[in-house]
């Protein structure tokens, strides 16, 4: 519970990330919230890639991921994460506006965590951001990192 | 190859033979009606002959009274064995000498009779008149039994049955060779109609064996099946392409509500989050005219969104595959009354619903249908002290259970009845009601999917009540009626 319990948030649409950002402010959550705007740039931060070779070390303890994004979309990243032994324990929320059946289903077969559909309704959206924030990064508990690498 | 007797090929051989019988049976009984003149006169006139003969040889033994001489005479007789008497009267009709000498008293007439031939007892007799110069002796009576005759005609039946069944016997085997030619042919044209009707394949084809009549039918029962067959595969391959379009479409407008689920919603989330931000961010040095605009703002996104998300899901049902399965109408109305108890909280409502049938559909489509029809009823009973909604099962006849739910809230004016279905079609003032007008409209699209129709009957303030009915064929009778208040 030492580590830094960072969000990592993959979104497209920079009113969504002001919303977003908002929301977890709003409710004093005090984790560094690492905003990518496409899937690759994800990607890139997740196996420290890229502009990301020289972030810090560590997994964020919370992905949140938007489906509809340019060059990599969210269920490709999803994809890629959970076939991943590496990646594979972080926990994946998806966070989006599709109430489509197939997106659903789709998340839930590749593996994801939990899947959020961004209410209208500012206050749900507020409420849902926390409840997942809390959720995941606070009451969650990952396996022990040491394990996570021996993998 | 068949198992049983075909009757064609039966009813040609009995039409072949009964034919050949008659014709033969004819033709022998004309010969032995002819054979049988032919036959009589040819006797009379023998025995005509006999007599003359007779008759000539014996003046001398009448003329001389030399009984003696007619008897020798007379004896002559007996080189034919069907003679069986004969006799010699004097002119004044005494008997004067009989043949055979020892005949009966009673087997020769004790007078002469009229000149000429006499049928007599299965026999034929004449009496011949003896002359000389002119002059009457006597009289000779002769007397055949016919049986030459008779022998002759029964050798002749004889041999006509014979011929009879020996014409039958050849044209029962004659007829079984050629009848072939005619029957199997038809057999065979009818043995592919049968393959054609049971298997449904209408590629198999007949194969002409001649080109008589039934070749004919059986090249134009061939054409037939092509032209069959040829509609068919064209009907299929129109149904393939109409259904590639129709998936077209349907990918069209999957596409659509996508992107409205998608792209639609996120700058109404903005417009609504923003205000909302900008109430917590300037709410303070807002005035209250401003606060209310900020509000009507988020109303108004909030609105937008549930119009959004209504229409989606009413896109939806069209496209949705449909599952039949046995439904409980009164166990779905129960968990959908439990769910309506947020609504209901604190008034008064008096349910009543009877015993429903079971019907056969999609549960989840048909909770759709009676939650909308019940949120309706508990919604415009809203300004009734005492609200009253009732359920029930209409008369099932024509086909269809009809199951209505009742009212004695605000209803409607007929007037309207043709709009209560409509997409976005409302009659009252959301101010008054609120709702999408999206509720009925999704109602009559599940129930028209399963076959059924909906309408309602309504006075205004008075209440409505709507019927659905389904097609009954999958409905059937349940118990237990439940009552509550």
Redesign the interface.
Same mark, same amino acid.
């Given at each position: 519970m030492s580590e830094p319990k960072n969000i990592l948030l993959a979104e497209d649409?920079p =009113? %969504?990330i002001e *919303?977003t950002l908002?929301a977890l402010q709003?409710n004093h959550l005090v984790n560094e919230v690492v905003v990518v705007r496409n899937g690759a740039e994800a990607l890139d931060y997740l196996y420290a890639r890229g502009a990301y070779a020289h972030r810090v070390a560590g997994d964020p303890a919370l992905v949140l991921l938007d489906i @509809?994004m340019p060059k990599v979309d969210g269920l490709e990243v999803l994809h890629c994460m959970k076939n991943d032994a590496k990646l594979r324990s972080i926990p994946v929320v998806m966070l989006?506006? &599709?109430?489509?059946e197939s997106d659903l289903l789709q998340s839930y077969k590749l593996g994801t965590n939990a899947y959020v559909v @961004?209410? $209208?309704? +500012?206050?749900s +959206?507020?409420e849902a951001v926390t409840q997942l924030s809390i959720f995941w990064t606070v009451h969650n508990e990952l396996p022990p990192r040491v394990a996570r690498e021996a993998e | 190859m068949f198992p049983q007797a075909p009757p064609i090929r039966r009813k040609l051989m009995v039409m072949l033979l009964v034919t050949c019988g008659a014709v033969v049976m004819v033709t022998c009984l004309s010969y032995f009606i002819y054979e049988f003149w032919t036959f009589r006169r040819t006797t009379v006139s023998q025995l005509d002959l006999l007599g003359e003969v007779i008759a000539n040889n014996s003046t001398a033994a009448l003329a001389f009274d030399s009984a003696d001489d007619a008897q020798q005479i007379l004896a002559a007789l007996a080189a034919d064995r069907h003679i069986v008497a004969g006799g010699l009267y004097t002119a004044q009709g005494a008997l004067f000498a009989r043949y055979p000498a020892a005949l009966a008293e009673g087997m020769i007439p004790a007078a002469p009779d009229t000149d000429g031939r006499h049928f007599v007892g299965g026999g034929l007799a004449i009496f011949q008149p003896v002359m000389r110069n002119g002059k009457r002796l006597g009289t000779l009576y002769l007397r055949s039994d016919l049986g030459a005759m008779y022998e002759r005609l029964k050798l002749f039946a004889g041999t006509g049955a014979l011929v009879v069944l020996a014409s039958l016997a050849l044209a029962f085997f004659v007829s079984r060779a050629l009848q072939r030619q005619i029957s199997e042919p038809i057999l065979a044209l009818a043995e592919t109609a049968r393959a054609v009707s049971d298997r449904h394949d209408y590629s198999v084809r007949a194969v002409r064996q001649s080109a008589d009549e039934i070749g004919q039918l059986t090249d134009a029962f061939n054409h037939m099946l092509g032209r069959i067959q040829q509609l068919n595969q064209e009907l299929e391959q129109r149904v393939l392409e109409r259904t590639a379009e129709l998936r077209a479409a349907n990918q069209e407008l999957e596409a659509f509500s996508?992107s409205v &689920? !998608? %792209?639609l919603?996120?700058p =109404?989330? !903005?417009i609504? #989050? +923003?205000? $909302? *931000?900008l109430e917590?961010h300037a709410g303070r040095s807002l005035d209250d005219k401003g606060r209310r605009y900020v509000a009507v703002i988020?109303d108004s996104?909030?609105r *937008? #969104?549930q119009l959004i %998300?209504d229409l =989606?899901t009413f896109s939806r049902l069209g496209r949705s595959e449909m599952r039949r399965e046995p439904v409980k109408l009164n166990e779905l109305v129960e968990e959908i009354r439990q769910s309506l108890q947020a609504e209901i909280n604190g008034r008064h409502i008096t349910w009543r619903v009877a015993a429903l049938p079971h019907v056969s559909g999609d549960a989840a489509l048909l909770r759709q249908v009676f939650a909308n029809l019940l949120a309706n009823a508990v919604k415009y009973t809203r300004q009734r002290a005492e609200a009253r909604i009732e359920l029930g099962a209409d008369g099932r006849d024509a086909g269809e259970t009809v199951i209505f739910v009742r009212d004695n809230g605000a209803g409607f004016d007929m007037k309207y009845a043709d709009k209560l279905f409509g997409v976005f079609q409302r009659l009252h003032h959301s101010d008054e009601f609120e709702g999408t007008g999206v509720g009925l409209a999704t109602v009559r699209r599940i129930v028209q999917r399963h076959g059924g129709r909906v309408w309602a009957e309504a006075k205004l303030q008075e209440g409505a009540t709507f019927f659905v009915a389904l097609p009954s064929a999958t409905a059937r009778a349940s118990s237990a009626p439940s009552k509550n208040s």
């Amino acid at each position: 519970m030492s580590e830094p319990k960072n969000i990592l948030l993959a979104e497209d649409n920079p =009113l %969504d990330i002001e *919303m977003t950002l908002n929301a977890l402010q709003t409710n004093h959550l005090v984790n560094e919230v690492v905003v990518v705007r496409n899937g690759a740039e994800a990607l890139d931060y997740l196996y420290a890639r890229g502009a990301y070779a020289h972030r810090v070390a560590g997994d964020p303890a919370l992905v949140l991921l938007d489906i @509809k994004m340019p060059k990599v979309d969210g269920l490709e990243v999803l994809h890629c994460m959970k076939n991943d032994a590496k990646l594979r324990s972080i926990p994946v929320v998806m966070l989006t506006s &599709s109430r489509e059946e197939s997106d659903l289903l789709q998340s839930y077969k590749l593996g994801t965590n939990a899947y959020v559909v @961004k209410p $209208v309704d +500012f206050s749900s +959206f507020i409420e849902a951001v926390t409840q997942l924030s809390i959720f995941w990064t606070v009451h969650n508990e990952l396996p022990p990192r040491v394990a996570r690498e021996a993998e | 190859m068949f198992p049983q007797a075909p009757p064609i090929r039966r009813k040609l051989m009995v039409m072949l033979l009964v034919t050949c019988g008659a014709v033969v049976m004819v033709t022998c009984l004309s010969y032995f009606i002819y054979e049988f003149w032919t036959f009589r006169r040819t006797t009379v006139s023998q025995l005509d002959l006999l007599g003359e003969v007779i008759a000539n040889n014996s003046t001398a033994a009448l003329a001389f009274d030399s009984a003696d001489d007619a008897q020798q005479i007379l004896a002559a007789l007996a080189a034919d064995r069907h003679i069986v008497a004969g006799g010699l009267y004097t002119a004044q009709g005494a008997l004067f000498a009989r043949y055979p000498a020892a005949l009966a008293e009673g087997m020769i007439p004790a007078a002469p009779d009229t000149d000429g031939r006499h049928f007599v007892g299965g026999g034929l007799a004449i009496f011949q008149p003896v002359m000389r110069n002119g002059k009457r002796l006597g009289t000779l009576y002769l007397r055949s039994d016919l049986g030459a005759m008779y022998e002759r005609l029964k050798l002749f039946a004889g041999t006509g049955a014979l011929v009879v069944l020996a014409s039958l016997a050849l044209a029962f085997f004659v007829s079984r060779a050629l009848q072939r030619q005619i029957s199997e042919p038809i057999l065979a044209l009818a043995e592919t109609a049968r393959a054609v009707s049971d298997r449904h394949d209408y590629s198999v084809r007949a194969v002409r064996q001649s080109a008589d009549e039934i070749g004919q039918l059986t090249d134009a029962f061939n054409h037939m099946l092509g032209r069959i067959q040829q509609l068919n595969q064209e009907l299929e391959q129109r149904v393939l392409e109409r259904t590639a379009e129709l998936r077209a479409a349907n990918q069209e407008l999957e596409a659509f509500s996508y992107s409205v &689920s !998608h %792209d639609l919603r996120a700058p =109404l989330r !903005h417009i609504g #989050g +923003f205000a $909302v *931000m900008l109430e917590q961010h300037a709410g303070r040095s807002l005035d209250d005219k401003g606060r209310r605009y900020v509000a009507v703002i988020q109303d108004s996104a909030t609105r *937008m #969104g549930q119009l959004i %998300d209504d229409l =989606l899901t009413f896109s939806r049902l069209g496209r949705s595959e449909m599952r039949r399965e046995p439904v409980k109408l009164n166990e779905l109305v129960e968990e959908i009354r439990q769910s309506l108890q947020a609504e209901i909280n604190g008034r008064h409502i008096t349910w009543r619903v009877a015993a429903l049938p079971h019907v056969s559909g999609d549960a989840a489509l048909l909770r759709q249908v009676f939650a909308n029809l019940l949120a309706n009823a508990v919604k415009y009973t809203r300004q009734r002290a005492e609200a009253r909604i009732e359920l029930g099962a209409d008369g099932r006849d024509a086909g269809e259970t009809v199951i209505f739910v009742r009212d004695n809230g605000a209803g409607f004016d007929m007037k309207y009845a043709d709009k209560l279905f409509g997409v976005f079609q409302r009659l009252h003032h959301s101010d008054e009601f609120e709702g999408t007008g999206v509720g009925l409209a999704t109602v009559r699209r599940i129930v028209q999917r399963h076959g059924g129709r909906v309408w309602a009957e309504a006075k205004l303030q008075e209440g409505a009540t709507f019927f659905v009915a389904l097609p009954s064929a999958t409905a059937r009778a349940s118990s237990a009626p439940s009552k509550n208040s």
